[in-house]
């Protein structure tokens, strides 16, 4: 990484401001080229903005933070600018031209952190999932992905792990003498306390359930009030709502946060088992196939006629024919609003249940897969008499944690991660 990237790192203008980040070797002689002096070490100064011709750029706050303590590991710089495309424009069209110095590539400046050994994997996973979050949960998962909540894990496990395999390599090294004990049973102790920690950890929400959100499927047979209550957990007029039986034919779903949760609540047509309507029996077939895809099913209909497991809401609660039900969780009303604060804490309840925990290990597909292939191998080497053959279930082992921080791994993989990333990031 010889050369010198530049990307606008804040917000895309027009903005109050905007932030240009410069790493590499020149980054501190480009913003001495801009301005004509130097600065200090991680101080904010005030100055004028000059191309090579002279010409005022802009007035800026100049931040130099020198490697290898630096987001990066590199030299860096901070720029931050009046916010306009105009400003912008013209400080990246006056850095472009120097020597050693390029427009970065997406995630360039996250690659260059990990290759510095500022971020391990896991954590650089963590940054992406931060950029991208949405509610609070998503932000505290995040940022203690970033802090290296899984990182530290993965070291416990490896710690471990390296004195199972000492014990493993020990009892190798003197299996002639007949004073030492056989610590075959120590061994299987340790293995075993690992296998159950690294089960529980695989047994949290995954990070993908965190992204998704909670789908909440209100179901129930036509006129059962299935868009109305939609529209009323939702605050808007999302679906449309009649009398008509049949007027919601097809799915509607609309992603919301909640107390700081994300949600996916699902309207659907109501469920029958006759119809002559062809396009209403679609969206009775893509209906049922939505109960499968829900976390959560709030059944509208007649007691125990919904599918198992969904939770028996007793709806249209200020109607003058309003029918109960003996073993209804909840009478509402999105009329009246009566029962609504209710339902929207049951939802937060069970939500709770099925999504990460602030201050929790959050697994995605890559790490889970990683975590998943250790504990494999670790029941391999439970399996194995011969130490030889355990021994080396258990260095597979010790890979598999070191792919998950990206101690190891392909070039291929670093590529597909670092592509999700904004430019400036």
């Known amino acids: 990484m010889d050369d010198t990237i530049y990307a606008l790192s804040s917000g895309a203008p027009p903005s109050a401001i905007a932030i240009i980040r410069i790493s590499g070797p020149d980054a501190l002689n480009a913003a001495k080229s801009l301005t004509g002096k130097d600065f200090s070490s991680r101080r904010a100064s005030l100055a004028t903005l000059r191309d090579e ?3 005022v750029l802009d007035q800026a706050i100049v931040i130099p933070f020198p490697g290898p303590n630096s987001a990066t590991g590199e030299d860096c710089v901070e720029l931050h600018c009046h916010g306009s495309r105009a400003v912008v424009r013209a400080v990246e069209g006056a850095l472009g031209p120097m020597a050693g110095m390029r427009a970065a590539e997406p995630g360039e400046f996250p690659r260059r952190s990990f290759a510095n050994g500022r971020l391990d994997l896991a954590e ?5 999932q931060l950029l991208a979050a949405e509610t609070e949960l998503q932000r505290q998962v995040a940022l203690g992905a970033l802090g290296g909540s899984l990182s530290r ?6 710690q471990r792990l390296l004195t199972v395999s000492a014990m493993v390599e020990g009892a190798l090294d003197h299996s002639d003498e007949d004073d030492i004990g056989d610590p075959s049973a120590a061994i299987d102790s340790q293995l075993e306390s690992l296998r159950s920690d690294i089960e529980a950890t695989l047994s949290r929400p995954s990070a993908e359930k965190l992204a998704s959100g909670i789908r909440v499927a209100l179901a129930g047979p036509p006129n059962a009030g299935k868009s109305t209550l939609f529209n009323a957990l939702l605050e808007d007029e ?6 008509i039986a049949g007027t919601t034919r097809d799915v509607l779903e609309r992603s919301v946060q909640l107390g700081g949760m994300p949600f996916t609540f699902v309207d659907m047509a109501g469920l029958r088992d006759e119809t002559d309507d062809e396009i209403e029996r679609i969206g009775i077939t893509r209906a049922r196939a939505e109960l499968n895809n829900a976390d959560i099913v709030l059944w509208l209909g007649q007691e125990g006629e919904g599918p198992e497991g969904s939770i028996e809401i007793a709806p249209q609660a200020d109607r ?3 029918d109960t039900k003996s ?12 029962g609504l604060d209710a339902l929207r804490d049951l939802l937060f309840a069970l939500a709770r249940e099925q999504l990460p925990r602030p201050d929790s290990v959050a697994l995605n597909e890559r ?4 975590l998943s292939r250790a504990l494999g191998d670790l029941d391999q080497a439970s399996e194995q008499a011969d130490l030889l053959l355990a021994g080396e279930c258990l260095r597979k082992a010790r890979q598999a944690f070191d792919e998950v921080v990206g101690h190891t791994g392909t070039e291929d993989l670093l590529d597909s991660l670092f592509g999700v990333f904004c430019i400036g990031k």
């Open 367 to 370: 790490q889970r897969n990683l």
């Open 320 to 322: 003058t024919d309003f």
């Open 53 to 55: 011709s002279g010409a």
């Open 238 to 243: 999302v679906a449309i709502a009649t009398p």
């Open 327 to 338: 073993n209804a969780a909840l009478r509402v009303s999105a009329v009246s609003g009566e």
């Open 124 to 128: 650089v996973e963590g940054l992406g």
């Open 153 to 158: 894990k993965v070291g416990e496990f490896r």
